[in-house]
């Protein structure tokens, strides 16, 4: 078996119907509730490239999938609807799908702050392995139209109960804030201040430095 993992584009929303069934699937085994996703609203996700798709190419079947979601007026991300045909588990294809949707989301929302709820230990060593931390409820976005999408859940009484401060659910968050290297810092810093302000100043102090220059040389006091 031949598996690859590629960002989704509108060829792949074939494939839409087969996801919505495995994840609807494997909802009732786990006996979870699950945020209704339609085949129209997975195949949209692949058309706006906002999806990862793993295909074993042999069967031309998918068979993993993950998708971006934002909140907050894109301050949040999420990568949501996981998923992995049971034939395929326990091979590292989560893996690979959260990372690449992990870079993805990186590449189209590089300031946004990513973040997931889950009970799952698989996706909780994942989400580690990328940089999440667990983090409050608190922490995460307080887009009410993320909430509502808990209510499928059979918990949802227990989020409301605590006015969503928290849930059986971990939160995990990853910042990019706190994984900025020193490249990213010097380049914001720069943008910062590199403004039309900045740069007449600079000008200004260049040319009182020159003038000062200039007085000494007239009084045989700078360098020759
Ligand atoms: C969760 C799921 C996506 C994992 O897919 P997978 O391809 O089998 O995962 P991987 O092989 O990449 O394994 C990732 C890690 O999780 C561990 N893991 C996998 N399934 C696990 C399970 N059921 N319980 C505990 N740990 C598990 C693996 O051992 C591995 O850890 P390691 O690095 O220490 O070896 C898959 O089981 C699935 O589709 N489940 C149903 C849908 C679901 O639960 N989605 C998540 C919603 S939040």
């Given at each position: ?51 990862v ?13 993950s998708?971006i ?8 991300v999420?990568n ?15 893996y690979k799908i959260k990372q690449r949707i992990f870079n993805l989301s990186r590449e ?6 990513i973040?997931g ?9 994942i989400n580690?392995a990328l940089g999440y ?41 990853y ?50």
């Open positions: 078996m031949k598996v690859k993992i590629l960002a989704a584009t509108a060829e792949h929303a074939v494939f839409a119907e087969r996801i919505c069934n495995m994840i609807l699937e494997s909802a009732k085994q786990r006996g979870t509730g699950i945020a209704s996703r339609t085949p129209e609203y997975i195949a949209q996700k692949m058309r706006d490239g906002k999806a798709v793993a295909i074993d190419t042999d069967l031309n079947r998918a068979v993993g999938f998708y979601e934002t909140w907050g007026h894109g301050k949040f999420a949501s609807g996981l998923i992995v045909d049971p034939e395929y588990r326990n091979m590292g294809l989560a189209k929302y590089p300031n946004a702050r973040f709820i889950t009970t799952g230990q698989a996706v909780m060593k580690s931390v667990p983090v409050t409820f608190a922490e995460l976005t307080d887009d009410q139209e993320f909430w509502q999408g808990c209510k499928g859940c059979r918990n949802y009484d227990i989020l409301e109960r605590t006015n969503h401060r928290m849930c059986l659910c971990t939160g995990m968050l910042d990019p804030e706190k994984h900025k290297t020193l490249w990213d810092k010097s380049l914001d810093f720069i943008r910062k201040h590199n403004t039309r302000a900045q740069r007449t100043r600079f000008r200004w102090w260049m040319r009182s430095r020159k003038q000062k220059q200039r007085k000494l040389v007239r009084f045989g006091k700078g360098k020759k």
